[in-house]
DNA sequence: CTTGACTTGTGTGTTGCTCACAGGTTTATA
DNA sequence: TATAAACCTGTGAGCAACACACAAGTCAAG
Protein backbone atom coordinates (compact mmCIF):
# COMPACT_ATOMS: atom_id res chain seq x y z
CA UNK A 1 0.00 0.00 0.00
CA UNK A 2 1.54 3.39 -0.69
CA UNK A 3 1.07 6.87 0.40
CA UNK A 4 -2.54 7.61 -1.20
CA UNK A 5 -4.07 4.64 -0.56
CA UNK A 6 -3.12 4.85 3.18
CA UNK A 7 -3.99 8.29 3.26
CA UNK A 8 -7.89 7.27 1.87
CA UNK A 9 -8.21 4.24 3.97
CA UNK A 10 -7.96 5.98 6.97
CA UNK A 11 -9.18 9.61 5.65
CA UNK A 12 -5.95 11.68 6.32
CA UNK A 13 -4.43 13.63 4.20
CA UNK A 14 -1.60 12.10 2.22
CA UNK A 15 1.25 14.99 3.14
CA UNK A 16 -0.19 14.18 6.84
CA UNK A 17 0.86 10.43 6.13
CA UNK A 18 4.35 11.68 4.76
CA UNK A 19 5.30 13.96 7.92
CA UNK A 20 3.86 11.08 10.09
CA UNK A 21 6.85 8.98 8.13
CA UNK A 22 9.29 11.99 8.74
CA UNK A 23 8.94 12.39 12.20
CA UNK A 24 8.96 8.48 12.48
CA UNK A 25 5.67 8.06 13.78
CA UNK A 26 4.91 5.90 10.52
CA UNK A 27 7.96 3.19 9.77
CA UNK A 28 6.97 2.00 6.34
CA UNK A 29 9.37 -0.11 4.25
CA UNK A 30 10.57 1.32 1.10
CA UNK A 31 9.97 0.09 -2.66
CA UNK A 32 13.84 -1.33 -3.84
CA UNK A 33 13.38 -0.06 -7.39
CA UNK A 34 11.68 3.80 -6.73
CA UNK A 35 12.42 4.42 -2.52
CA UNK A 36 8.48 4.79 -2.46
CA UNK A 37 7.03 3.99 1.20
CA UNK A 38 4.70 0.42 1.15
CA UNK A 39 2.53 0.34 4.48
CA UNK A 40 0.43 -2.33 5.78
CA UNK A 41 -3.04 -3.22 7.34
CA UNK A 42 -1.25 -2.25 10.55
CA UNK A 43 -0.06 0.82 9.24
CA UNK A 44 -3.76 1.49 9.04
CA UNK A 45 -5.22 0.60 12.65
CA UNK A 46 -2.01 2.82 14.00
CA UNK A 47 -3.04 5.61 11.41
CA UNK A 48 -6.05 5.47 13.11
CA UNK A 49 -5.16 4.98 16.42
CA UNK A 50 -3.16 8.50 15.75
CA UNK A 51 -5.94 9.65 14.68
CA UNK A 52 -8.33 9.52 17.40
CA UNK A 53 -5.11 10.75 20.08
CA UNK A 54 -5.26 13.48 18.64
CA UNK A 55 -8.83 14.44 18.37
CA UNK A 56 -8.60 13.76 22.14
CA UNK A 57 -6.19 16.23 22.62
CA UNK A 58 -2.45 14.25 22.43
CA UNK A 59 0.22 15.92 20.79
CA UNK A 60 2.16 13.66 18.00
CA UNK A 61 5.13 13.42 20.54
CA UNK A 62 3.03 12.40 23.09
CA UNK A 63 0.90 9.91 20.75
CA UNK A 64 4.67 8.69 19.69
CA UNK A 65 5.69 8.00 23.71
CA UNK A 66 2.68 5.84 24.00
CA UNK A 67 3.25 4.04 20.92
CA UNK A 68 6.79 3.28 22.42
CA UNK A 69 5.58 2.31 25.92
CA UNK A 70 2.73 0.06 24.40
CA UNK A 71 5.34 -1.41 22.09
CA UNK A 72 7.84 -2.69 25.26
CA UNK A 73 4.92 -4.64 26.32
CA UNK A 74 3.20 -2.48 29.02
CA UNK A 75 0.00 -1.22 29.92
CA UNK A 76 0.42 2.46 28.28
CA UNK A 77 -2.78 3.30 30.07
CA UNK A 78 -1.68 4.68 33.34
CA UNK A 79 0.78 7.07 31.05
CA UNK A 80 -2.46 8.03 28.85
CA UNK A 81 -4.47 9.18 31.64
CA UNK A 82 -1.74 11.05 33.05
CA UNK A 83 -0.97 12.87 30.03
CA UNK A 84 -4.78 13.88 29.50
CA UNK A 85 -5.10 15.18 32.95
CA UNK A 86 -2.42 17.45 32.06
CA UNK A 87 -3.56 18.45 29.09
CA UNK A 88 -7.18 19.25 30.48
CA UNK A 89 -4.64 21.53 32.54
CA UNK A 90 -3.19 23.33 30.60
CA UNK A 91 -5.92 23.35 27.74
CA UNK A 92 -8.05 25.41 30.59
CA UNK A 93 -5.65 27.92 30.61
CA UNK A 94 -5.35 28.37 26.98
CA UNK A 95 -8.60 28.38 26.90
CA UNK A 96 -9.21 31.33 30.12
CA UNK A 97 -6.31 33.41 27.76
CA UNK A 98 -8.39 33.21 24.76
CA UNK A 99 -11.64 33.93 26.80
CA UNK A 100 -9.94 37.37 28.02
CA UNK A 101 -8.45 37.91 24.37
CA UNK A 102 -11.64 37.70 22.61
CA UNK A 103 -13.09 40.34 25.82
CA UNK A 104 -10.01 42.73 24.98
CA UNK A 105 -11.01 42.38 21.32
CA UNK A 106 -14.29 43.10 20.96
CA UNK A 107 -14.23 45.99 23.76
CA UNK A 108 -11.43 47.18 21.74
CA UNK A 109 -13.50 47.25 18.74
CA UNK A 110 -17.13 48.51 20.58
CA UNK A 111 -14.83 51.41 21.27
CA UNK A 112 -13.49 51.87 17.86
CA UNK A 113 -16.55 51.87 16.32
CA UNK A 114 -17.50 55.48 17.73
CA UNK A 115 -14.68 57.29 16.99
CA UNK A 116 -12.97 58.72 13.80
CA UNK A 117 -10.09 58.29 11.98
CA UNK A 118 -6.62 59.95 12.81
CA UNK A 119 -3.53 60.45 10.70
CA UNK A 120 -0.40 59.16 12.31
CA UNK A 121 1.93 61.37 13.61
CA UNK A 122 5.59 61.04 15.08
CA UNK A 123 4.02 59.91 18.28
CA UNK A 124 0.79 57.89 17.75
CA UNK A 125 0.52 55.40 14.74
CA UNK A 126 -2.80 54.98 15.41
CA UNK A 127 -4.27 56.20 18.21
CA UNK A 128 -6.97 53.41 18.60
CA UNK A 129 -4.48 50.74 19.59
CA UNK A 130 -2.44 53.49 21.55
CA UNK A 131 -5.19 54.14 23.97
CA UNK A 132 -5.74 50.91 24.66
CA UNK A 133 -4.52 50.68 28.17
CA UNK A 134 -1.05 50.09 29.58
CA UNK A 135 -0.33 46.44 31.31
CA UNK B 1 20.85 52.33 23.14
CA UNK B 2 21.49 48.67 21.94
CA UNK B 3 19.41 45.08 22.42
CA UNK B 4 19.38 45.01 26.53
CA UNK B 5 18.80 48.23 27.42
CA UNK B 6 15.89 48.63 24.99
CA UNK B 7 14.50 45.18 25.81
CA UNK B 8 14.47 46.30 29.25
CA UNK B 9 12.18 49.89 28.96
CA UNK B 10 9.70 48.03 26.75
CA UNK B 11 9.56 45.15 29.10
CA UNK B 12 10.34 42.86 26.28
CA UNK B 13 12.71 39.79 26.24
CA UNK B 14 15.88 40.82 24.60
CA UNK B 15 15.25 37.98 22.24
CA UNK B 16 12.55 38.87 21.20
CA UNK B 17 13.82 42.65 20.37
CA UNK B 18 16.25 40.26 17.97
CA UNK B 19 13.31 38.40 16.49
CA UNK B 20 11.94 41.74 15.60
CA UNK B 21 14.55 42.98 14.19
CA UNK B 22 15.55 39.52 12.11
CA UNK B 23 11.52 40.20 10.75
CA UNK B 24 11.87 44.06 10.47
CA UNK B 25 9.78 44.85 12.39
CA UNK B 26 12.20 46.97 14.20
CA UNK B 27 15.17 48.51 12.08
CA UNK B 28 18.30 49.72 13.94
CA UNK B 29 21.16 51.32 12.85
CA UNK B 30 24.69 49.14 13.37
CA UNK B 31 27.90 49.95 15.00
CA UNK B 32 30.26 49.85 12.39
CA UNK B 33 33.04 48.23 14.77
CA UNK B 34 31.03 45.30 15.77
CA UNK B 35 27.79 45.25 13.92
CA UNK B 36 25.88 45.47 17.40
CA UNK B 37 22.00 46.89 16.92
CA UNK B 38 21.38 50.31 17.61
CA UNK B 39 18.23 52.07 18.61
CA UNK B 40 16.53 55.44 19.43
CA UNK B 41 13.90 56.81 21.38
CA UNK B 42 11.52 56.17 18.33
CA UNK B 43 12.13 52.44 18.34
CA UNK B 44 11.36 52.27 22.64
CA UNK B 45 8.11 53.76 21.36
CA UNK B 46 7.65 51.66 18.08
CA UNK B 47 7.94 48.80 20.44
CA UNK B 48 5.52 49.38 22.86
CA UNK B 49 3.08 49.44 20.23
CA UNK B 50 4.01 46.69 18.88
CA UNK B 51 3.27 44.97 22.36
CA UNK B 52 0.13 46.95 22.79
CA UNK B 53 -1.01 45.47 19.58
CA UNK B 54 -0.01 42.30 20.04
CA UNK B 55 -2.13 42.58 23.61
CA UNK B 56 -4.97 43.11 21.18
CA UNK B 57 -4.90 40.21 19.08
CA UNK B 58 -2.93 41.45 16.15
CA UNK B 59 -0.24 39.14 14.84
CA UNK B 60 3.27 40.50 13.81
CA UNK B 61 2.28 40.69 10.21
CA UNK B 62 -0.32 42.31 10.68
CA UNK B 63 1.19 45.00 12.85
CA UNK B 64 3.93 45.13 10.30
CA UNK B 65 1.40 46.25 7.77
CA UNK B 66 -0.27 48.61 10.06
CA UNK B 67 2.86 50.71 10.46
CA UNK B 68 3.85 50.26 6.99
CA UNK B 69 0.50 51.67 6.38
CA UNK B 70 0.67 54.23 8.52
CA UNK B 71 4.52 55.31 7.50
CA UNK B 72 2.78 55.60 4.32
CA UNK B 73 0.91 58.76 5.71
CA UNK B 74 -2.44 57.59 5.41
CA UNK B 75 -4.67 56.30 8.40
CA UNK B 76 -4.41 52.97 9.40
CA UNK B 77 -7.29 52.96 11.48
CA UNK B 78 -9.66 51.78 9.02
CA UNK B 79 -7.26 48.98 8.31
CA UNK B 80 -6.68 48.62 12.24
CA UNK B 81 -10.59 47.84 12.83
CA UNK B 82 -11.13 45.42 9.85
CA UNK B 83 -8.44 43.37 10.80
CA UNK B 84 -9.51 43.09 14.43
CA UNK B 85 -13.20 42.47 13.18
CA UNK B 86 -11.54 39.20 11.26
CA UNK B 87 -9.24 38.24 13.92
CA UNK B 88 -12.93 38.42 16.40
CA UNK B 89 -14.15 35.96 13.90
CA UNK B 90 -11.19 33.71 14.00
CA UNK B 91 -11.11 33.46 17.69
CA UNK B 92 -14.65 32.67 17.98
CA UNK B 93 -14.06 29.34 15.75
CA UNK B 94 -10.83 28.63 17.73
CA UNK B 95 -12.23 29.12 20.61
CA UNK B 96 -14.80 26.85 19.99
CA UNK B 97 -12.58 24.36 19.04
CA UNK B 98 -11.04 24.70 22.31
CA UNK B 99 -13.92 24.08 24.22
CA UNK B 100 -15.66 20.93 22.36
CA UNK B 101 -11.85 19.91 22.65
CA UNK B 102 -12.17 20.03 26.83
CA UNK B 103 -15.26 18.14 26.80
CA UNK B 104 -13.98 15.33 24.62
CA UNK B 105 -11.05 14.93 27.05
CA UNK B 106 -12.78 15.29 30.30
CA UNK B 107 -15.29 13.06 29.34
CA UNK B 108 -12.57 10.66 27.96
CA UNK B 109 -10.86 11.11 31.48
CA UNK B 110 -13.97 10.94 33.63
CA UNK B 111 -14.93 7.52 31.61
CA UNK B 112 -11.34 6.01 32.10
CA UNK B 113 -10.78 6.80 35.49
CA UNK B 114 -13.41 3.72 36.25
CA UNK B 115 -12.01 1.43 34.17
CA UNK B 116 -8.55 -0.73 34.86
CA UNK B 117 -5.19 -1.11 32.40
CA UNK B 118 -5.18 -3.12 29.72
CA UNK B 119 -2.28 -4.40 28.09
CA UNK B 120 -1.61 -3.76 24.25
CA UNK B 121 -1.98 -6.73 21.85
CA UNK B 122 -2.12 -6.50 17.81
CA UNK B 123 -5.09 -5.01 17.66
CA UNK B 124 -5.41 -2.15 20.16
CA UNK B 125 -2.33 -0.12 21.66
CA UNK B 126 -4.78 1.43 24.52
CA UNK B 127 -8.23 0.68 23.99
CA UNK B 128 -9.07 3.65 26.21
CA UNK B 129 -8.28 5.47 23.32
CA UNK B 130 -9.56 2.92 20.71
CA UNK B 131 -13.14 3.05 22.48
CA UNK B 132 -13.09 6.64 22.32
CA UNK B 133 -15.65 6.63 19.34
CA UNK B 134 -15.63 6.96 15.86
CA UNK B 135 -16.19 10.07 14.50
C1' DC C 1 5.78 6.11 -28.63
C1' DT C 2 4.14 10.08 -26.97
C1' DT C 3 0.85 12.67 -24.50
C1' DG C 4 -1.41 13.60 -20.25
C1' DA C 5 -3.12 12.59 -15.71
C1' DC C 6 -1.68 11.18 -11.51
C1' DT C 7 1.50 10.10 -8.01
C1' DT C 8 5.87 10.15 -5.48
C1' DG C 9 9.78 12.06 -2.43
C1' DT C 10 11.98 15.84 -0.57
C1' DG C 11 12.65 20.74 0.53
C1' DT C 12 10.84 24.79 2.26
C1' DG C 13 7.54 28.06 4.64
C1' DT C 14 4.44 28.88 8.34
C1' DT C 15 4.24 31.83 13.98
C1' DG C 16 6.63 33.84 17.66
C1' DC C 17 9.60 33.13 19.97
C1' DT C 18 13.55 30.38 22.91
C1' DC C 19 17.89 28.18 23.37
C1' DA C 20 22.66 27.05 22.08
C1' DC C 21 26.83 28.61 20.75
C1' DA C 22 31.12 31.02 19.83
C1' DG C 23 32.92 35.16 20.23
C1' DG C 24 33.38 40.25 21.77
C1' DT C 25 33.16 43.72 25.68
C1' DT C 26 33.26 45.49 30.17
C1' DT C 27 34.48 45.19 34.93
C1' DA C 28 37.13 43.52 38.98
C1' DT C 29 40.97 41.95 40.86
C1' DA C 30 45.99 40.96 41.34
C1' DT D 1 49.10 46.31 33.20
C1' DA D 2 47.62 41.76 32.75
C1' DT D 3 44.09 38.65 33.33
C1' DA D 4 40.17 36.44 34.69
C1' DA D 5 35.23 36.47 35.38
C1' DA D 6 30.85 38.23 34.19
C1' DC D 7 28.05 39.84 30.87
C1' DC D 8 26.65 40.93 26.39
C1' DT D 9 26.35 40.27 21.28
C1' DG D 10 24.85 38.13 16.63
C1' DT D 11 23.50 34.34 14.20
C1' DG D 12 21.74 29.56 13.50
C1' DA D 13 18.78 26.14 14.74
C1' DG D 14 14.60 24.05 16.87
C1' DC D 15 9.73 23.85 18.14
C1' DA D 16 4.13 21.77 16.16
C1' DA D 17 1.75 19.98 12.67
C1' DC D 18 1.20 20.28 8.72
C1' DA D 19 0.54 22.67 3.54
C1' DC D 20 2.59 23.77 -0.61
C1' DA D 21 6.00 23.82 -4.48
C1' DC D 22 8.50 21.20 -7.52
C1' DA D 23 10.89 18.00 -10.32
C1' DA D 24 10.92 13.36 -11.33
C1' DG D 25 8.69 8.92 -11.77
C1' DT D 26 4.48 5.77 -13.16
C1' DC D 27 0.73 4.31 -15.77
C1' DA D 28 -3.06 4.10 -19.13
C1' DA D 29 -4.96 5.79 -23.52
C1' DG D 30 -4.38 6.80 -28.16
Redesign the pocket.
Known amino acids: M ?6 QAAN ?12 GLLK ?1 E ?2 R ?6 FTDTDVKRLRF ?2 RA ?1 SLG ?6 QHILDHAHSGKSPCPLVRDIIRKRIEDNRVKLDELKALQERMENALQDWEQRGDGVPDGDTVCYLIDLAGEE
Open positions: MVKELSVSADSVRYYTRIPRDNNGYKLIRQYTLAEI
